[in-house]
């Protein structure tokens, strides 16, 4: 297998199934259902694809694999070049098990546009999975970019009220937040004679340089994880977004800010990021505390999970910028965990709003009555956004606490917290939504999970307690490459102009 | 060298061939019965072009210097004709359906239109700074024209002559500029400008005045910041396809103009001209950024649009480099499909046979014309500049010259007004996705199978180009190296 472009085929496998989706012809009711069928198959293929990329992975190795090199742009070395490491393995996968989840999700809810539904999901994958495999920076710009189309199209079209207003939001804050970085970019470029990543990442910029760079990174990933005070747009897109919509937005979207913190600006701009580190951990803490309090105080259920999305990811900021091999793995493991725990829970959301049609906290309550094995799955899911031990969600709040109390004993503290408000407003939530005895007459008439919400939530279920118990499966492939990252931060803490650390 | 030897024939071959096939057109539509001639001529008028661009093509890039000094090609002024051409070509073949339809058939629009673009391939080859006026205003009168073509329309009318008057304006400016220059230079001829004004020594305030008035003539050609007054009003007043053919063809003659005596003869003085540049780069973005967020017709809205493209590629400009050049060239490569494709639905936006301009038009026209509305969609992410569509590398280069050339500031003002641009350009994806139909229903569906197949061009290009964007690329590279031997 190994000769096979693998990456690639990942990659642009959906792109076949939007062209075979566009060659549907016949009534709508019909493509309709042919459309859901090839966008289900077309994703699952790539998910089981992108499993044999997880079975071939070399684990004890730091050093991008899969990798494919072509020229493209031939004199300014700008490359078709891909490959994944421990990092963004990962990423790859979460893109691919989330997609068909999706698919599967949006089986009977959306029901307008269902051809150009199931089209932009698929070339939202291609995107997701291109930009996490991309080793050169004009093609992680453009996927990375790319990704805008597709989303403000699901947001705009498939929407809630206020859609209009939160795909704009959504698209001009990101796009603000990215040409920065596109001009970080070129300034790569210029100093350095290529985009290629592997490259950047072995070179050493001069302090003054790095500042800048850091900064215009900064100003891109920030937007996308989003941190406070750029997160505003979140909650809007969150809120007015089909439900689909919300599982890749939190699931994935989000994590390309964290992932682009871990892959760039920490390696690449080390001193930078020494530099910069207390005002990463004074947001993240801003965002922990007052995102949890916002998220209180929430009466709407998409927004308060937006809002605790936003908290979560102050974990991520934090535990990156530690530099600590803890405080990264569990970054990491955070984010990942995150990406099914948040996808499911807007899930879990979007089953009763398929029901009752409103995501207003007061109209449910005593669910557990007539929905019970809803109220056991979206107990799970809210258990291990709480961070229970043997959840996932713990693994990664607890590595990316011990990685800030090596660093800094306040930040750890003041983040802590976050996990307490976190119980409050989640165990508070499900108490509204799922305990108390039942009022309404229409909350009485609604059905138990079938079948297909059954598939959906199992295989989530399982891995949320598969990362909770046995966190090695994750953790060791990603092992080497921060240790990588680690060792370089080390070298440039020590000597801050040494050369370059080992080669990739 | 006499002026009737063979040498000066051949360098200027493309443009002797278009001024004589648009000589017999002329004849031939005057002794042509009515119905037919202006259909005929038309479709005449794109073979000629296009034979034109092979005659172009087939020169080779080697730099030829004929009639006297006043003439040049060279590497670059094969690629910027093509792009003239192909401009010129596909706004000749929007108008042929247009024109019936509204009446305005007449033989004399085609033949306008190759004389036009006789004058932009002579502006695009000139080496003096007479024959850049000559072949200006041959361009412009031809221009002005085509402008009030739809002579009982009073919008087009008021088009033609507020664009002639204020061309008037900015010709009279240039050619004082021009005196100034060769009252304190004492030459015209850019060669030898370029060997005197190397910027070992100040140049003389005379002189500076001179090049700034030249500027101000050729932003107003581009239709640049502040000189852009008349862009708007024209784009809307003029028949549609002549707006299309304003956007492209005459603005890209006039950038490829504007470069070549930029950093040609004036090269040695670039920090006095570079903060000139600077300054109408920046006026151009900014404007065409806000301006167009309130239009509600989308031939305002796509002048407001061409002004906020000029500055990005004037970015390039004032770069002052290889790098700048190049970028401006593959810009006005992109620039050229995305504008065409764009003007090829606008064309087609007739409702019941009559013509509808509103943006709010297009409300719902994903439901009513799939079709159409992701080629227009496709278009607009483009000229937002997001990826992987070809306007993202159109601004790629431009900004990588700027980065290159320390202009950052330049840039950041650049890419955050690309921003602001965006809204609209999105604004216009909104209304036909998000949004339900028109009241009027569905545009009418005969288009014409030339303007479709214009479109299905223009989308497969600015789709596509991320595929294989190397022959652009390394072609504009080429041939921005010409300008800068050594």
């Known amino acids: 297998m190994s000769h096979w472009p693998l990456l690639s085929i990942v990659t642009f496998l959906p792109i076949l199934g939007v062209a075979l989706i566009l060659i549907l012809r016949g009534d709508e009711a019909a493509t309709a259902r042919n459309a859901r069928w090839i966008a289900l198959w077309t994703s699952l293929v790539t998910m089981l694809v992108s499993f044999v990329l997880w079975a071939d992975f070399d684990t004890r190795s730091f050093d991008f694999q899969f990798v494919e090199q072509a020229v493209w742009l031939p004199g300014l070395k700008i490359a078709y070049h891909l490959g994944v490491d421990g990092i963004s393995l990962f990423f790859v996968l979460l893109s691919t098990v989330l997609t068909p989840i999706c698919v599967v999700a949006s089986w009977t809810a959306i029901t307008k546009r269902v051809k150009e539904y199931m089209i932009a999901f698929l070339v939202l994958e291609t995107m997701m999975v291109g930009m996490f495999c991309a080793l050169d920076f004009v093609i992680f710009y453009m996927f990375f970019e790319g990704v805008l189309i597709p989303m403000f199209l699901i947001i705009g079209v498939w929407g809630g009220a206020r859609r209009v207003y939160a795909a704009f939001k959504f698209f001009l804050y990101t796009l603000l937040g990215s040409v920065l970085m596109l001009l970080a970019i070129l300034a790569i470029y210029v100093n350095d004679g290529t985009t290629d990543i592997v490259t950047a990442l072995n070179h050493n910029f001069a302090p003054a340089l790095q500042t800048w760079l850091w900064l215009a990174f900064f100003a891109s990933f920030a937007v996308k994880v989003p941190m406070w005070p750029v997160h505003t747009w979140l909650p809007d897109a969150h809120v007015e977004a089909p439900t689909a919509g919300s599982v890749i937005l939190a699931g994935v979207l989000l994590k390309m800010g964290g992932y682009g913190f871990i892959r760039f600006s920490l390696p690449m701009l080390p001193d930078a990021s020494a530099m910069f580190a207390p005002l990463v951990y004074t947001l993240s803490v801003v965002a922990i505390i007052y995102t949890s309090l916002v998220a209180l105080a929430q009466e709407d259920m998409k927004k308060l999970i937006a809002y605790s999305s936003v908290a979560h990811m102050g974990f991520v900021t934090i535990g990156i910028f530690t530099g600590t091999p803890e405080g990264m793995q569990g970054a990491m493991f955070q984010m990942l965990s995150h990406g099914i725990v948040s996808a499911a829970l807007f899930l879990c959301v979007g089953v009763i709003y398929d029901r009752l049609h409103t995501r207003e906290i007061a109209r449910y309550g005593g669910l557990v009555h007539n929905m019970p094995k809803y109220a056991l799955a979206f107990m799970v899911f809210m258990l291990a956004s709480v961070g229970l031990p043997g959840t996932s969600g713990f693994i990664g709040e607890f590595l990316a606490l011990v990685g800030a109390f090596k660093i800094n004993t306040w930040v750890a503290f003041l983040a802590t917290t976050g996990m307490i408000l976190s119980a409050i407003y989640m165990l508070y939530l499900y108490r509204r939504l799922i305990f108390g005895v039942i009022t309404r007459d229409d909350v009485r008439s609604m059905l138990d999970l079938n079948w297909r919400e059954v598939v959906v939530f199992a295989p989530m279920i399982a891995v949320v307690l598969w990362m909770g118990i046995y966190p090695s499966s994750f953790l060791h492939p990603m092992q080497p490459a921060i240790a990588h990252i680690v060792q370089h931060l080390e070298a440039a803490r020590q000597t801050p102009h040494a050369p370059a650390l080992a080669q990739r | ?486």
């Open chain 2, 1 to 486: 060298m006499p002026i009737y030897s063979l040498h000066n024939f051949l360098t200027a071959l493309p443009e002797i061939f278009l001024a004589v096939s648009a000589m017999a057109l002329l004849m031939l539509g005057v002794f042509q019965s009515e119905a037919r001639a202006a259909k005929e001529v038309s479709w005449l008028g794109v073979v000629v072009l296009v034979i034109a661009i092979f005659m172009v093509g087939a020169q080779n890039g080697a730099r030829h210097v004929s009639l006297a000094g006043m003439f040049v090609i060279d590497g670059y002024s094969i690629f910027a004709k093509i792009l003239v051409l192909i401009g010129s070509a596909l706004s000749l073949i929007l108008s042929v359906r247009y024109n019936e339809r509204e009446k305005i058939a007449r033989f004399e629009f085609p033949v306008l239109v190759l004389l036009a673009t006789t004058g932009m391939l002579m502006m695009i080859s000139a080496n003096d700074l007479l024959s850049l006026y000559v072949g200006l205003e041959l361009q412009s009168l031809a221009l002005y024209i085509l402008a009030s073509f739809d002579r009982d329309n009073a919008r087009s009318s008021e088009a033609g002559l507020k664009y002639f008057v204020l061309g008037a304006l900015a010709s009279g400016m240039m050619l004082f500029g021009i005196s100034m220059i060769y009252g304190f230079a004492g030459a015209t001829g850019f060669d030898t400008l370029a060997a005197h004004l190397t910027g070992a020594t100040p140049p003389p305030a005379g002189l500076v005045v001179g090049i700034v008035f030249l500027i101000v003539g050729l932003a107003f050609k581009v239709s640049a910041v502040p000189f852009h007054m008349w862009t708007p009003d024209v784009y809307e007043g003029a028949p549609t396809p002549v707006t299309a053919f304003f956007s492209v063809a005459p603005k890209i003659a006039a950038m490829a103009l504007f470069v070549r005596v930029m950093v040609g003869p004036f090269h040695g003085l670039i920090t006095e001209w570079r903060q000139v540049i600077w300054a109408i780069s920046v006026a151009s973005m900014i404007l065409g950024a806000l301006a167009a967020i309130n239009q509600r017709n989308i031939k305002r809205l796509m002048a407001y649009s061409s002004i906020g493209h000029v500055g990005y590629a004037l970015i390039g400009l004032a770069a002052g480099n290889a790098l700048g050049v190049r970028g401006i060239l593959i810009y006005l490569t992109i620039y050229l499909f995305m504008n065409i494709g764009t003007w090829a639905i606008i064309i087609s936006m007739r409702r019941n046979g009559r013509l509808v301009e509103g943006i709010g038009d297009l409300a719902g026209l994903s439901r009513t014309q799939p079709a159409m509305a992701l080629a227009l969609g496709i278009f607009m992410f483009s000229l937002a500049g997001i990826p992987p569509l070809a306007g993202f590398f159109a601004k790629l280069y431009i900004f990588m010259a700027a980065i290159d050339s320390h202009l950052n500031v330049l840039a950041v003002i650049g890419v955050v007004t690309s921003v602001v641009g965006a809204y609209y350009y999105i604004r216009i994806v909104k209304l036909m996705y998000f949004d339900e139909p028109a009241a009027g229903g569905a545009f009418d569906r005969n288009m014409g199978a030339e303007v479709r197949a214009v479109l299905i061009v223009a989308t497969i290009v600015i789709m596509f180009f991320f595929l294989y964007p190397s022959p652009i690329v390394s072609g504009a590279e080429a041939a921005s190296a010409v300008l800068f031997p050594g």
